[in-house]
């Protein structure tokens, strides 16, 4: 089952390739850039950049209508990748908040190939890029109401003062609309008419042709029509490409669990990582050894300070064990905890205390609070939960240590949670404010809003 | 080139019947070859026995008027109905369109679908699909809008132009301001063009021009059947100079329902007289043009009863659109308008009057708005005739009653639980209402 998977894997991604290149989509990487983002190659990372450079601008700058040319050099262009990439909300740290530097260097290409995984998972970019194509594709379909916004935005140099009076006669928004939506009414029946002027001459071509004496005549006729049909051809041509477009989604779409299953094989690579990173870190602290990548010295930065923090919790638990115990005992009814303090245990503690603050890291990086409230807080938030897992360990543990402040530090949390929504709420409304007052200081510019995601 | 005509309901299969009637008699008079042949190909095909078979197919749910109208094509001996060409039942939907459309269309919708699929396949080219029906009743409104649905759903790419009678003011139906409603508002999404003939101005026309004293259903039918004829019959259009055109209803469509929110064409020709005096008159163009006009801008349906000191709103340029913008009292705006000219020194008349653009909506493009097809074949007996199909305000008011007076009894929700029992619910009325405000709004101010 795995093999089968494994061989298929290339398949999937190259179908995801064609789909994103009928899709408009520049500098798609090779189904082997994938592979070797998923072992986070060095080499393949400004391959991805570009690549998520080009997806990033189709899907979000579409939804907000603003287009900035100067986004050329590979420095800009990630920049916009990691602030797309905010905006959508991916919550990845180098994107919340990324290290000094370039970002180009402290950011490998698992974490761009997962963060492409997280774009194509979240919202439906590939069917509202396959819409916007369509739409390129099979103008004449459309109906005219649904041209209201392109008609709308249109620029003042559209010649739309057709009503005799010359241009003298100022002419409003809304009669402009209703010209055009007129004149495209017009080329949508003249579109209707030529249609069912083809139907006939197919059906009437049909009928020579199965007629039992095709007359020879026909190959000049031919001819006639070849000249005068380009337009048709070119008709053709999109239908053709629209088609391509549209299978390659198909063939996609059967395929996309396999590439859902390859993703999550790329996460597994990437938690894996991080318990070696730890593991390495641990001995490598000892031995004093540096390490030349940056990206994994600052993993490394982040798991020595959480020893540390480890460190002091288990002082600390000690001290409360030691100093309360019957309290302890007689409030909460843990007898285990008495067993706790044996040293197999508070090992076994100690490191599974580590890998979950690995976890953490990221609310610890935003946060640097190693002090005596904090500390409850990084494991109280687990057993508030986990109380209805008892065969834990950890959560027994946890628990013991949880009545010094635990509630205290929930409230705390809640706090600070509440602070931070508001906070970010009235960034949002800011920020939509200023767009708001930017656009309506353009003329012609109709601000749609984004997409629902 | 061909149009397939859907009849629906007493009143459409009446109408329908009467068309394909003076259509056959028109094409049938002395020195029109080409004009017979194109008109034949239009409306009719030879059937193994040469003999002439309407193009339409016959629905209602009761026997008796199919049955009628398929006696009286075949007795007229030179047309008939296709044999199969009809479906029946033998109960009716009872005034209520709800039954129409939820229950009759659903059930039959196989069958009819059918029906029109093989006329329409035996078309070289479908000009056009012109389903005909009364909005009033339940069959023909109801079941018709079932049925227009469905036609769309099979062509959404074929013109579907439909052909609506509006029922007397006073009344004939309890309920037919609710049918109205329901089938203007879903007709209005489904219709490439809704041209209407409304029964009140179409009695006035029998009563004051035709000198009829007890007048029948069939005299209304005559008098709707003769203007639809001198717009559907082969004239020479602005495309097509020198041979009749061929795709009438596209052509129909193109010069006036280009905008989506303006569908309702409404139709007045002139002159219109009984036979007995029509031999005694003689007509000049530059004087029915100059009616006809009149009748336009002063939405009059008739040349008897025009309001003359109606005017076309003078185009300031200085002042720009404020001048335009002053409601001139009684007049009447236009989208854009169709002529139609048929008889003798047809090329003579002099059609600029009515491209004037004081009389058009200020949005239009330039060159948009008029148009003219005409033919020298005189038309239906008489030497000259003028026949305007004009996209303008002219049915703003009787939309307006229509839809006041729907409203006025769903306020009560009077009868409404008549129509909940088949699945149309009080939402669906008030979808529908608030599609028809739309409409008269975008027509108070066009």
Same mark, same amino acid.
């Given at each position: ?56 601008? *189709? ?39 990324? *290290? $000094? ?32 194509? !369509? &739409? ?47 004149? /495209?009414? *017009? ?124 460190? +002091? ?32 245990? %508070? ?10 603050? =690995? ?12 002090? @005596? ?13 986990? $109380? ?24 705390? +949390?809640?706090? %600070? ?14 920020? @939509? ?21 | ?12 299969? &009446? ?19 080409? /004009? ?5 190909? %239009? ?25 009628? !109208? ?51 396949? @035996?078309?070289?080219?479908? $000009? ?39 029922? /007397? ?18 007709? /209005? ?17 029998? $009563? =004051? ?113 404020? !001048? ?123």
């Amino acid at each position: 089952m795995r093999h089968a998977k494994s061989v298929k894997v290339k398949e999937v991604i190259t179908a995801l390739c064609k789909l994103l290149s009928a899709l408009g989509i520049d500098s798609v990487p090779s189904a082997e850039s994938f592979r070797r983002a998923k072992f986070n190659q060095a080499d393949v990372t400004e391959e991805l950049w570009k690549f998520l450079h080009s997806i990033l601008m *189709k899907v979000c700058v579409m939804e907000c209508t603003y287009q900035d040319s100067a986004q050329s050099n590979l420095d800009s262009q990630s920049l916009f990748v990691r602030s797309a990439l905010w905006h959508c909300g991916y919550g990845a740290e180098w994107v919340l908040e990324p *290290k $000094a530097g370039s970002l180009r260097v402290c950011v490998g290409s698992r974490d761009l190939l997962l963060a492409f995984g997280w774009i194509l998972s979240s919202g439906n970019p590939l069917e509202f890029l396959l819409e916007e194509k !369509a &739409q390129q594709l099979e103008r004449l379909s459309r109906s005219a109401l649904d041209h209201m916004h392109l008609l709308g935005d249109g620029d003042s140099q559209v010649d739309v003062s057709g009503t005799g009076e010359g241009g003298s006669k100022p002419i409003n928004g809304e009669m402009q609309l209703r010209t055009l939506q007129w004149q /495209y009414g *017009k080329l949508k029946l003249h579109w209707r008419r030529l249609l069912a002027a083809q139907e006939e001459r197919s059906r009437l071509t049909h009928r020579i042709l199965s007629s039992p004496a095709p007359l020879p005549e026909t190959s000049s006729t031919d001819s006639s029509h070849k000249t005068c049909s380009t337009a048709l051809h070119k008709e053709l041509e999109q239908i053709q490409s629209l088609n391509a477009t549209l299978e390659a989604y198909l063939n996609w779409k059967s395929l996309e669990p396999l590439f859902w299953s390859w993703m999550d094989s790329v996460i597994d690579n990437d938690v894996s990582r991080l318990d070696e990173d730890a593991v390495a870190d641990v001995s490598q602290r000892d031995q004093g050894i540096k390490r030349s990548c940056s990206h994994a010295e600052k993993s490394r930065e982040a798991v020595k300070q959480l020893n540390e923090m480890v460190q +002091l919790l288990e002082a600390e638990l000690r001290l409360g064990q030691t100093q309360q115990p019957d309290h302890s005992l007689s409030t909460q009814g843990r007898h285990q905890a008495q067993h706790l303090t044996s040293d197999r245990e %508070r090992t076994e503690v100690e490191r599974r205390v580590t890998t979950r603050l =690995q976890g953490l890291r990221l609310t610890n990086g935003r946060y640097p609070l190693p002090s @005596r409230a904090y500390i409850p807080c990084l494991q109280d938030s687990q057993p508030a939960y986990s $109380a209805h897992k008892p065969q834990k360990v950890e959560s027994g543990q946890v628990r013991l240590t949880g009545k010094l402040q635990a509630l205290d530090v929930l409230r705390d +949390l809640k706090e %600070r949670e509440a602070l931070l929504q508001w906070k970010l709420e009235l960034l949002r409304q800011t920020q @939509r404010e200023e767009l708001q007052d930017h656009a309506s200081t353009l003329e012609g510019l109709v601000l749609i809003p984004p997409l629902k995601r | 080139m061909s149009v397939v005509a859907v009849q629906l309901g007493q009143c459409g299969n &009446q109408i329908g019947q009467q068309l394909f009637s003076v259509i056959n008699s028109d094409s049938n008079g002395a020195n029109r070859k080409t /004009y017979k042949e194109c008109s034949d190909e %239009r409306f009719f095909y030879e059937n193994s026995k040469g003999d002439l078979v309407a193009r339409s197919v016959l629905f209602d749910m009761e026997p008796k008027v199919i049955s009628q !109208a398929i006696t009286k094509a075949s007795k007229s001996g030179k047309w008939k109905y296709g044999e199969t060409a009809h479906f029946c039942q033998k109960q009716g939907s009872g005034n209520n369109w709800a039954n129409g459309f939820s229950v009759h269309g659903p059930r039959h919708e196989e069958v009819m679908t059918d029906l029109v699929r093989r006329e329409v396949e @035996r078309c070289d080219r479908l $000009a056009g699909i012109l389903p005909m029906m009364s909005v009033a009743g339940g069959t023909g409104s109801g079941m018709g809008t079932y049925v227009t649905q469905c036609i769309r759903d099979m062509y959404p790419n074929s013109f579907i132009f439909n052909h609506l009678t509006w029922p /007397y003011c006073t009344g004939e139906v309890i309920v037919q301001n609710y049918n109205s409603v329901l089938t203007l508002s879903h007709l /209005y999404q489904l219709s490439d063009a809704i041209l209407v003939h409304e029964n009140d101005t179409v009695h006035k026309i029998c $009563a =004051q021009l035709m000198n009829i004293k007890h007048i029948s259903i069939s005299d209304v039918n005559k008098v709707i059947a003769h203007q639809l004829g001198s717009v559907l019959q082969p004239a020479f259009t602005e495309h097509s100079l020198s041979s009749y055109s061929r795709d009438p209803i596209g052509e129909l469509l193109c010069s006036l329902v280009c905008h989506p929110e303006f569908k309702l064409l409404s139709l007045c020709n002139i002159p219109q007289m009984c036979s007995s005096s029509l031999a005694y008159s003689a007509f000049k163009w530059p004087g029915l043009l100059k009616h006809l006009r009149q009748m336009l801008i002063a939405n009059a349906k008739m040349e008897e009863g025009i309001d003359w000191k109606v005017c076309v709103p003078s185009v300031d340029k200085s002042a720009g659109e404020m !001048a335009r913008n002053k409601r001139h009292v009684g007049f009447n705006t236009s989208l854009a308008n169709l002529l139609i000219l048929r008889g003798k020194d047809v090329s003579t008349a002099d059609t600029g009057a009515f491209k004037d653009s004081g009389m058009y909506a200020p949005w239009l493009p330039a060159g948009g708005t008029f148009s003219a097809w005409n033919t020298s074949v005189p038309f239906n007996g008489y030497e000259k005739s003028a026949t305007i199909v004009s996209n303008s305000q002219s049915l703003l008011r009787p939309l307006d009653n229509i839809v006041k007076k729907a409203w006025n009894m769903f306020a009560s929700r009077a009868y409404i639980h008549q129509y909940t029992k088949f699945g149309v619910s009080e939402e669906d009325f008030l979808d529908c209402f608030t599609t028809l405000e739309q409409i008269i709004s975008s027509y108070t101010h066009p």
